[in-house]
């Protein structure tokens, strides 16, 4: 297969830092689009697929370029492709191939098809190796993972919609959270600034918990009606038995059984961080209320374009700060502490620096 070359930021091991590539591209096929790269944010799955710390689950393939919150616009389109033109406003997520023809995709849920490609670390099937994600300057992707970016949506505050965004707003959909419903986020990071601002443009009650005072005025502002400092014992069991759906977006080990008392009977409580260690949890937090405990990935395309529509209809970007990619591994640390409000993103014009 015919390919091309292009800039891009990876690391050679999972000790390394990141630093200047050169990668190749297929060539687009008839059904590909070739992407100009403008902007990638940067996820906390980034930083532990370069570091390997999933090793267990998803070994890394070295060299490895992260990044799956893609915008840019299209450059070249397929010949069979006649639903994109060259200029418009796209974004690829963190899928970039599945099967097809599974169960699993026929229904619009491709992340849970087994041959599902993610969009770096991923298996090629077209140059062969892995994927190459979004710190480059271009990307060439099969139309069908291919998503259109509403118009009246800032750019660079869009990508952390494609992982931050849908992560959130696939569980809130699932659970049918809505009007009159109330609604607990846990964390308040880059995956719970968005699930706050979702919640609360469906209308739920969104209460935060969080560990930290200097939060509290925050999550306020990111459209929270209630901030609970969960260490707080006579706050947490005020809301005892009152919650119809809880997001938890914590990676780190923390305890489950205080959240879940806070359940209403057939409450849920969904788990979309990703701790490395096994969470413990009582028995009787679930079966004295048939209360449930769940686990949520991203969703499919189908719903990753509904979301990008409904965050368009309600102006919902991800709070972010913006860098060149020369940046990037001072980000990197930076987000191991915690020292962003809410998302960095990358300006990909600065590779070419």
């Not at 297929?26 to 902007?39: G, H, K, M, N, S």
């Not at 409450?267 to 701790?275: D, H, I, S």
Request: glycine residues 10%; proline residues 5%.
């Amino acid at each position: 297969m015919k390919t091309n070359e292009t800039r891009a930021w990876g690391a050679t091991s999972a000790t390394s830092p990141l630093a200047p590539l050169t990668i190749k591209r297929r060539l687009p096929t008839a059904t590909d689009l070739q992407i100009e790269i403008l902007y990638c944010g940067i996820c906390h799955s980034d930083l532990h697929t370069v570091r390997d710390e999933w090793n267990r689950f998803m070994p890394t393939t070295y060299p490895v370029v992260p990044g799956h919150e893609i915008v840019g616009r299209v450059t070249a389109v397929g010949a069979e492709v006649e639903d994109f033109a060259i200029g418009d406003r796209v974004a690829v997520g963190c899928l970039v191939d599945s099967d097809g023809d599974c169960p699993h995709c026929r229904e619009g849920n491709e992340q849970f098809c087994a041959q599902a490609v993610f969009t770096f670390n991923g298996a090629d099937a077209h140059l062969g190796g892995v994927t190459y994600g979004g710190y480059s300057r271009s990307i060439v992707v099969d139309r069908r993972f291919v998503l259109r970016v509403p118009e009246n949506l800032d750019l660079a505050a869009t990508a952390p919609l494609l992982c931050a965004g849908i992560t959130t707003y696939s569980p809130l959909r699932h659970w049918r959270v809505g009007a009159g419903s109330k609604v607990g986020v846990v964390g308040l990071g880059g995956l719970g600034h968005m699930a706050v601002k979702i919640a609360h443009a469906m209308a739920a009650r969104v209460v935060v918990f969080t560990t930290s005072t200097s939060k509290q005025e925050d999550a306020r502002r990111l459209g929270a009606d209630e901030v609970v400092l969960s260490k707080d014992a006579e706050a947490m069991a005020a809301h005892e038995g009152s919650f119809d759906f809880i997001i938890d977006t914590v990676s780190a080990r923390h305890e489950i059984d205080p959240y879940l008392a806070l359940l209403k009977p057939d409450g849920n409580l969904t788990l979309v961080g990703a701790p490395t260690e096994p969470l413990p949890v009582s028995s009787f937090s679930l079966i004295m209320g048939r209360r449930s405990l769940s686990g949520s990935v991203i969703g499919g395309i189908p719903e990753t374009q509904e979301m990008l529509d409904f965050c368009g209809r309600h102006g919902i970007v991800a709070d972010i700060e913006l860098i060149p990619i020369q940046k990037v591994n001072e980000a990197y640390e930076r987000l191991l502490k915690s020292d962003v409000k809410y998302r960095f993103v990358i300006d990909m014009a600065s590779i070419e620096s």
